[in-house]
């Protein structure tokens, strides 16, 4: 990505952020072929042509069909392209979506220079600025967007892993330098009542608020994540064989998968390897483990005899942490892989707390007290979700980094594994 869309990139004009987020989406896509755009790996993973179609689908949904003159790029994409809007109309199955051919990827690209062509020309007539609810849809657009531009970079990690051949998602790039780790110390935090939940201005998804207080006994929270070499220990003695860490479903898990280590980690020549977006390569034991599941993470705190924190605890401990990290469009921008790294910093401070890996909570994914879902069709977004899914916090190096804030509730279920998600330990 050149400087000049770096720095659109974290403009704050909405009309150059749109641009710049826009073709951030293709820019992560440039070094893959059409073939590469069409597979799907599992049910829970898309066709890259089909995030950058969704995305377009998005803005041509919620935006440019808000004015009554305007007419449908093509009726098939309405239903082709809708991801779980039942309130917008029918939705092609979602796993299913690896098994079109058409429209094609070059078509895709044509639909979505389309509705930027319109949308563009949009901000220039005035009609966003003059109107509040355009601009928040907009926005809101922006921030899915780049929530697909992560699962573009982990759908197409899992998809690449499957093949023989090992591709490169991107080649050449150098890893992120790897240090011993930092000693793992425990940062206390007083019991008490806190506040939690996102206030004020900026973006926030509905489900980071309402703003309500919380009480906490009081804790301590580990000073860094997890490491895989401390995971490697786990592993060692046995924690994949031993039921007495494991939740009844998270054994379950086990046994019907054959888990016996991460997610693309595997053993070559008596040395453990992993397969990354540059290509396989030694695990880094410095680094925080990623791709790792609920039930995992949950079953080495046990094994360590400690637990996963609360997610209010999380919020509470990051509230003095800033916002600085390994993030996708600065790894990407300076070189490096999009893949978490290793830090020597012995400070006696919260470290790695954003970018790197999501971190697993203990909490399940849920209402805050007082939310109300956002009305009509975009208020699908987050709140039908609240039902058997675990919440993560802090950002992963494929995220953006003007996309995290510390209020963020990603959530996924507690046997997913694709997501470069890791933890940090409490207790």
């Known amino acids: 990505m050149s400087n000049q869309s770096e720095t659109l990139y974290l403009s704050t004009n909405l009309a150059e952020r749109f641009a710049a987020v826009r073709q951030f989406t293709e820019t992560l896509c440039e070094t893959l072929r059409p ?91 005035g009609q966003i600025d003059a109107d509040q609810q355009l601009a928040k849809v907009v926005e809101l657009g922006l921030h899915h967007e780049q ?28 890893p992120s330098a790897s240090d011993s780790p930092a000693k793992c110390e425990w940062i206390h935090f007083e019991e008490g009542l806190y506040t939690i939940g996102h206030v004020g201005e900026g973006f926030a998804y509905d489900n980071e608020g309402p703003q309500h207080r919380v009480f906490l006994e009081p ?39 054959g888990w016996h280590h991460p997610l693309y980690w595997y053993e070559q020549d008596g040395r453990w390897q992993e397969f990354t977006l540059s290509g396989s390569r030694p695990v880094d034991l410095a680094a925080p ?16 005899g400690v637990r996963l924190p609360t997610e209010a605890e999380w919020e509470v401990a990051a509230q003095d942490v800033g916002i600085t990290g390994n993030f996708a469009d600065t790894l990407l921008c300076s070189g490096h892989a999009i893949h978490p790294s290793s830090r020597s910093v012995d400070d006696g401070r919260l470290a790695q707390m954003f970018g790197d890996i999501w971190e697993w909570t203990a909490s399940q994914y849920t209402a805050y007290p007082g939310y109300q879902p956002a009305p009509g069709a975009l208020g699908e977004y987050n709140g039908k979700f609240m039902c058997n899914q675990f919440v993560l916090r802090g950002g992963s190096c494929a995220t953006s980094s003007n996309h995290i804030r510390r209020t963020y509730r990603n959530f996924f279920a507690p046997e997913a594994r694709w997501q470069f998600s890791g933890f940090r330990l409490a207790k």
Request: charged residues 20%; proline residues 5%; hydrophobic residues 35%.
């Open 219 to 257: 804790y301590a929270l580990a000073s860094r994540p997890v490491t895989s070499g401390e995971f490697l220990e786990f592993i060692s003695e046995g924690g994949y064989s031993r039921p007495e860490f494991w939740l009844s479903e998270g054994w379950q898990q086990v046994q019907v998968n």
């Open 289 to 304: 483990v990623t791709h790792v599941s609920f039930f995992e993470a949950d079953a080495f705190s046990r094994w360590a």
């Open 147 to 174: 929530q697909h531009q992560e699962l573009i970079l982990t759908d197409v990690k899992h998809m690449f892993s499957l093949n023989p051949l090992r591709p490169r998602f991107r080649a050449g790039l150098r």
């Open 35 to 125: 073939e590469d755009c069409c597979i799907q790996s599992m049910p829970n993973s898309s066709p890259v042509r089909w995030h950058l179609a969704h995305t377009t689908w998005f803005f041509e949904t919620f935006l440019l069909k808000t004015d009554s003159n305007y007419r449908s790029y093509d009726e098939h994409y309405e239903v082709l392209f809708n991801s779980y809007y039942n309130s917008v109309g029918e939705q092609f199955p979602r796993a299913l979506r690896g098994m079109l051919t058409r429209p094609t990827v070059a078509e895709v690209y044509d639909y979505r220079h389309e509705v930027d062509r319109l949308v563009t020309k949009w901000f220039g007539e």
